[in-house]
């Protein structure tokens, strides 16, 4: 794809990665993704943020084939999606000066095996001037590696985010306009990426309070040319209570474990509380991370393998964990065929999450109208506990 222009001056580059499925090997990606970088000509100088992931090195150099001179090149975030192609810019633009925060610094030495020398840090606040506009760099550590700073060009109001209020959209459309055709994958992206780092992004959101913001430019997916409804959303997801919504992350082998699961919902529905089952063996995780954000109460459902939790439940009770939702409640249910310790395995996956544990439920091959009872008092307990919260739809 060619460059394309977000407003006479400032040109959207990069790469739309249509095909691609899976990030870091863990984060599924249904729609593809975009590695988005920018080119502003100010009037004296001329400036790249961010480049591309080292798959799409081609389209970023086509895009800049006529472009003669880069001054400088702001690597705001050093993930290799975005940092990837650095190398090959300094190649060809051999005079560039590398801008980025103090702590990119030496994270561009390890992973790109660039030179520190090669590099000008820039504090908090600092400003660049390209002759008629003005960057002022804006430290955001945390969104989602230590380094990351976003770019504000002051005259034109545009403010370049990189991973933050991204989404891994692959689409042609430029602009998220409403955010309506782009809000869930935002939502998926701040799942999965952001949500272990609400509190600072909290921090970050205020900070960025005063600032007048026409355009938000991140590095995935469209630009934010209405930014009200991506500031709004980012309000919600980080300072939102939880809402009356279940989770049941589950998987069963040979059918006890899915009739509990399937009596527990109901049981919920029953008592006006909202839940949503994901089959963990087959259920993306993006997903479940989605409704991570808004749930209260999370019931892992599992049967017993080797003594222990099903893998694929370890595998979701470790990411819950490491995701730090909002959530205020858990359970564990199941079945085994002799012994288990599965609850007890589970819990301790999750021994970060600060929740209150209800009485595990397990039965001894098929669910018993004993166990269904005591699935109904878990029901009984959740609602209790959910009184109050805003509706989980
Ligand atoms: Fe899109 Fe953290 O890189």
Redesign the pocket.
Known sequence: MKAREIRPGIEWMGAIDWKRRLFDELIPLPDGTSYNAYFVRGSEKTALIDTADPDKSDAILAQLADVDRVDYLIIQ?V?Q??SGSVPLILEKYPDVQIISSPKAKPMIANHLGISEDRVQAVEDGETLSLGNWTFEFIHAPWV??PETMLTYLREEEVLFTC?LF?SHLATDDLFSEDGSHVYEAAKRYYAEIMMPFATLIKGHLEKLDPLDIEIIAP??GPVHNVPAWILDAYHHWTHDEPKNLVLIPYTSMHGSTSLMVEHMMEALNDRGVHVRSFHMSKTDLGEYAIHLVDAATVVFATPTVLVGPHPSIVFTAYLTAALRPKLQNAAVIGSYGWASKAAENTKALCANLKVEWMEPVFTKGLPTQETYATLDKLADESATRHKGLESGE
């Open positions: 975030h993930e999606d975005h989602h590696w991973d991204g590095s995935h």
